[in-house]
């Protein structure tokens, strides 16, 4: 079995063998890789996003000479130009299935959760569990600053923001929202302007009997959100403070 991981240090395994790479510059170039699995990255592509403005003499040379030592850690067996690491016309491709590199494994995961968050919770609960427990610390943590490894930071943050709103979604849809409220109210703490997760908020307010707070959360991000962004709630998260409030006047005029 083969896996690549690097929501964390980086980390190989190739036919259920670890490989170990020491040296920054050919964890760069299997991260530039691993990013586009199947896809030829020209060597001029890769000069750019792991040298930078550090380009070597003769950089197209630098390059093949990363792609062998690289090759030469996760096959060292191999014949010829290795299986792993493909020579084309167009440049050097990774050939390993998506799911089998954990910045894409996760997002699979994380869309398989969010499409059993209504009618299975306890799945979707579970899923994006395992998605989480993918993160081992910072992702990129060994590798190399780039333009691109900044901008699938922000994606993977992203995603691991999700992952964190199903989880607590799945956990108040099974009526455990006491065990998640005092999680869910410092992820609004760190995220004061997500609606999704004030709404996720509310809704385990109200369902703890604890009604007065899940308006009043309501009203924090309304504020925050003219004062800030000049704009209204959405709709749906007014409907969400109309159907509390309605049922609050239905229980004490009854």
């Known amino acids: 079995m083969n896996r690549i991981s690097m929501l964390g240090p980086t980390t190989v395994t190739i036919d259920g063998e670890p490989r170990r790479l020491t040296a920054p510059k050919q964890r760069a170039v299997l991260a530039q890789l691993a990013l586009e699995p199947g896809v030829a990255l020209t060597a001029d592509r890769l000069l750019d996003e792991v040298w930078g403005d550090q ?32 020579t084309t016309s167009g440049g050097y491709a990774l050939d390993v299935d998506a799911r089998q590199i954990d910045v894409h494994d996760v997002a699979s995961v994380i869309e398989d959760a ?38 699938e930071m922000r994606r993977l943050g992203l ?27 410092r992820y609004v703490e760190r995220h004061p302007l997500d ?37 209204d709630p959405s709709p749906e998260l007014g409907e969400l403070e109309m159907s509390i409030l309605t049922r609050e006047r239905a229980e004490l005029e009854a």
């Open 55 to 86: 380009i070597p003499a003769g950089g197209a040379k630098a390059v093949a000479f990363q792609i062998t030592k690289l090759r030469d850690v996760l096959e060292p067996e191999r014949h010829g130009e290795g299986t792993l690491i493909r």
């Open 195 to 231: 609606e999704a997760a004030t709404a996720l908020l509310m809704r385990a307010l109200d369902s703890a009997g604890r009604t007065a707070e899940a308006l009043r959360a309501f009203g924090a991000l309304r504020r925050r959100l003219v004062e800030e962004l000049g704009i």
């Open 114 to 151: 969010g499409r059993a968050i209504v009618d299975d919770p306890v799945k979707a609960q579970y899923l994006a569990e395992d998605a989480l427990a993918m993160w081992r610390g910072q992702p990129f943590a060994d590798v190399p600053e780039s333009a691109s490894i900044e901008e």
């Open 159 to 185: 995603l691991q923001d999700r992952a964190h709103r199903l989880f607590f979604e799945a956990r108040v849809a099974l009526g455990a929202h006491d065990e998640v409220l005092a999680d869910i109210a």
